[in-house]
């Protein structure tokens, strides 16, 4: 599904640079992959995270799972095959976002270990920085939140491939950051992102 099928195509450079954008937004953009369970709370903290970037005056676009799924990945279901595809595309994706200098909060279950270290692949081929956190909790825990009543759905076999359920979590073994949303606040996590974000020198004037 990945392989290049249009020939005769070459990549157009402008003559724009990454660093000229960088220096004009005063951000060096980056992706900020959230990954975790279905109800591990995501959304929640990419949601607030860019609430928090846009108070400072910096520029970041949230990629979400179901936001995708309506739009550039309608085509696709929840099959091994197609969980890839999506996170594939979504990777690229990410990349455009930090080429512009913006910071791309990339919030996906990506359930698979090698699909999220191929975006990382992609990232570090380019020089762009990829920034995986681990959004952390444990099954029982996202069940009972269940915001959209999808594990119910799953235990009840209404819904097949379900994360956590019949299809399995590889979690990181090695991500930048770590979050244990049964443990912290929303605002605990985002402080705790944006700490790293100025310790790596991403955020120089924050």
């Not at 770590?178 to 974000?197: G, R, S």
Request: with cysteine.
């Amino acid at each position: 599904m990945t392989d290049q099928k249009a020939t005769n195509v070459h990549w157009h450079d402008g003559e724009i640079s990454r660093e000229a954008r960088c220096n004009l937004m005063g951000q060096k953009g980056a992706t900020l992959w959230f990954t975790g369970l279905s109800g591990s709370g995501k959304s929640t903290v990419a949601v607030a995270l860019e609430s928090a970037l846009h108070q400072h005056g910096k520029l970041s676009y949230r990629l979400d799972g179901d936001n995708i799924r309506l739009g550039i990945n309608k085509n696709l279901g929840f099959t091994a095959e197609d969980r890839t595809e999506n996170i594939r595309r979504i990777g690229e994706i990410s990349k455009l976002f930090v080429d512009s200098a913006t910071f791309a909060l990339s919030s996906f279950i990506s359930p698979y270990r090698l699909d999220r270290d191929k975006v990382r692949e992609l990232h570090n081929e380019s020089g762009f920085d990829f920034i995986e956190i681990f959004v952390d909790c444990p099954l029982a825990e996202a069940e009972k939140r269940d915001p959209k009543g999808l594990y119910k759905k799953a235990r009840a076999g209404e819904i097949k491939n379900f994360t956590g359920i019949d299809d399995p979590y590889e979690a990181p073994e090695n991500p930048e950051i770590h979050l244990h949303t049964d443990q912290m606040t929303v605002d605990e996590e985002v402080t705790l992102i944006i700490n790293y974000l100025k310790d790596n020198k991403f955020l120089t004037d924050i």
